[in-house]
């Protein structure tokens, strides 16, 4: 063996290797996918719209339930609270006081999830289905042959996914909050941030998972995608508290247990308690305290991550077997 | 003796496939394969060595190089590379092989050309890869080939679409790079002829997946230097029927040029005795016969004498 070979499997020459593998697979997403300016549009101002539909919908019932309080009658000379009459100024002004607190919450979850509903839409439209890309443009076959871990073509395609869309992301934060004025109150900062990075890393590990089934699927994982997009917009609270379902009897809690395998659901469930406080919406909105709902995005990245690797191992294996490995035209 | 590549019986079958197809204004479904791509293909490449496989498309050449890139598994047989197999031991493999393929579209657009291979194509450095042509684009592949400085490089028709210089530039290069050091090993396969005869130690030639002969270029020329080589060109003709017929005649193929209106035709011959009745059967369909030559034997030659036909 030459001294060339001999130095190509040493362990630095190895680590060395994987994370030039991840520079090299992040770089496109990060550098190449900023030098189209048409981004700013469509991922940051049409997705505050999107945003913008609920926070009016939240807005007038607040507005609504406002009215109701400060409507004076001669059976409610102080308004409304709630079913009944406010027994003074001092009652209507707590209740106007929690209905300007939970619309605030409310409108606050949707500029929080209308910020990690970038994170799961890159999940799905191009982490998952990106190794089929890179199959139809002639890159899989150039990854393949390569001597870097897979893991190392996952972690890059993830490191370059969480830094693209985090500009994405923190556009839409603070848009969200300069336009719709939301006030957040971040209590616990590391823990904020390790819940964060756990969802992230879970999310991203789904997502790597996906990437190796939609490789097996081809074209079929295109309306799979679509499939799962607007219903677990939905089943994981993207733009309400998800633990509002559990108080829906019948389908409510089944919808809500099903959008929890989802890691965003619980980070955002998490996200939403260390920003707003764990009393926001009376405390009943929430499906798990935060540490229990950390836990569970620390066993879920765990779980994805070892996931993903078997996965993309037994389908390099079987593509290879059945020759679908490289682009269709050669 | 160590081999760069070593292939025993190596057997690839791609399993049928069903296509839909339009028949008598009805789509029906149509089973097609499986199709033997490999068929017990046997051969050793030596450790700097350049060497060619040439066969005609949908011959098995670059089904041989996915395998031997660890792209591939084998139905059978075994494929050694540097000593380690494909399907067992990929690991090591790939840590000193490269490969381009000609028309390649890998690459990512949004990037420049610097960003995908680090360097080469100075002057077209800050260039979107998009916006290269396709030579520019083959070019920047060949670099990438080369970026990693691997020790055995499969080039899969590598100057597939290229212009003559662009053609030549990168059969010169390939040829210094393999003749420049040492221990570096090229598998090139290609259906040009007068590639694998200049760049080429020794040539393998396949069809449907069977190796028909391995040897060097000389060596294959010298197989069939006992027969005649007669090239004409004629009168678009059609009727070819009694030529493959016709005694002394071992084989012959054919070219139309449907713009000049004109046909190709090489004949391999035992000897020049069959020439007087070749002649009088074309002019007795009326086809004015241009130009008669006798010429040295080439590598199509070859593949004309073993097969019966031409590659295209």
């Not at chain 2, 090591?92 to 990512?108: A, F, L």
């Not at chain 2, 090229?186 to 760049?199: C, N």
């Not at chain 2, 020329?221 to 009168?235: S, Y």
Request: proline share 3%.
């Amino acid at each position: 063996m030459s001294e060339a070979k001999a130095r190509r499997s040493d362990l630095r020459y190895r680590i060395g290797l994987n994370l030039r593998a991840v520079k090299g697979r992040s770089y496109p997403r990060i550098v190449g996918a900023n030098r189209e300016p048409s981004w700013i549009f469509f991922e940051a101002f049409l997705p505050l719209l999107g945003i913008a539909a609920y926070v009016f919908v939240y807005q007038f019932f607040g507005g609504q339930a406002l009215a109701a309080i400060t409507t004076k009658t001669t059976a409610a000379p102080w308004g409304m609270c709630g079913h009944d009459p406010c027994a003074n100024a001092a009652a209507q002004a707590a209740a106007a006081a929690a209905v300007g607190a939970n619309t605030n919450a409310l409108v606050a979850s949707v500029v929080l999830g209308g910020t990690m509903v970038a994170f799961w839409l890159n999940v799905l439209w191009s982490m998952a289905s990106q190794l089929y890309w890179e199959k139809e443009i002639g890159n899989l076959q150039l990854y393949m042959m390569a001597p870097m871990n897979r893991m190392a073509l996952l972690g890059g395609m993830a490191v370059g996914g969480v830094v693209m869309t985090s500009m994405r992301a923190i556009s839409t934060l603070v848009a969200g909050v300069l336009v719709f004025g939301v006030i957040f109150q971040v209590a616990s900062p590391l823990v904020l941030l390790a819940v964060f990075f756990a969802t992230l890393i879970a999310l991203y590990g789904l997502g790597m998972m996906f990437a190796s089934l939609y490789l097996l699927w081809g074209r079929e994982a295109w309306n799979l995608s679509a499939l799962m997009e607007e219903p677990i917009f939905f089943s994981s609270g993207f733009y309400f508290p998800l633990g509002g379902l559990l108080r829906i009897p019948g389908w409510g809690p089944a919808i809500a247990i099903a959008g929890s395998f989802i890691p965003a659901s619980l980070g955002l469930d998490a996200l939403r308690q260390l920003t707003l406080g764990s009393t926001a919406f009376g405390g009943n909105f929430w499906i798990f305290d935060v540490t229990t709902e950390l836990e569970i995005l620390v066993g879920m990245a765990v779980l994805f991550l070892i996931l993903a690797r078997y996965c993309l191992a037994y389908l390099e294996t079987l593509a290879k077997r059945e020759g679908k490995l490289t682009s269709r035209h050669q | 003796m160590s081999y760069a590549v070593e292939t025993r019986d190596l057997t690839r079958i791609f399993a049928g496939k069903k296509k839909r197809r339009r028949k008598a204004g009805e789509e029906v479904d149509e089973s097609v394969g499986p199709v033997t791509a490999l068929d017990n293909v046997s051969l050793k490449i030596e450790e700097g060595e350049l060497f060619g496989m040439l066969g005609p498309n949908g011959a098995g050449k670059t089904t041989l190089i996915k395998i031997l890139a660890t792209l591939l598994l084998p139905t059978s047989g075994q494929a050694l590379v540097a000593g380690h197999d494909v399907s067992k031991d990929p690991f090591p493999i790939r840590q000193v092989i490269n490969m381009v393929s000609g028309g390649e579209t890998s690459g990512y657009g949004l990037l420049t050309a610097r960003e995908n291979i680090i360097f080469g194509l100075w002057d077209k450095r800050n260039a979107k890869v998009r916006m290269l042509s396709t030579g520019q684009r083959q070019k920047m592949n060949m670099i990438r080939g080369f970026v990693t400085d691997p020790d055995i490089l499969f080039l899969d028709e590598p100057t597939l679409g290229l212009d003559v210089n662009a053609a030549r530039v990168i059969r010169e290069y390939v040829t210094n790079w393999v003749r420049g050091q040492k221990g570096k090993t090229v598998l090139l396969t290609t259906h040009y002829m007068a590639e694998a005869d200049q760049m080429c130690d020794r040539i393998a030639i396949i069809d449907k997946g069977k190796i028909l002969a391995c040897d060097t270029p000389e060596n294959l020329k010298r197989m069939i230097r006992t027969e005649t080589t007669f090239r004409l060109e004629v009168d678009a003709i059609r009727d070819l029927t009694t030529f493959s017929t016709m005694q002394g005649v071992k084989n012959f193929s054919h070219k139309d040029d449907i713009a000049k209106n004109r046909s190709f035709l090489t004949f391999i011959l035992e000897d020049e005795g069959p020439v007087a009745e070749i002649l009088s059967t074309i002019t007795l369909q009326g086809k004015k016969v241009h130009s008669l030559q006798k010429s040295e034997p080439t590598l199509e030659d070859v593949f004309i004498s073993m097969v019966g036909r031409g590659f295209e």
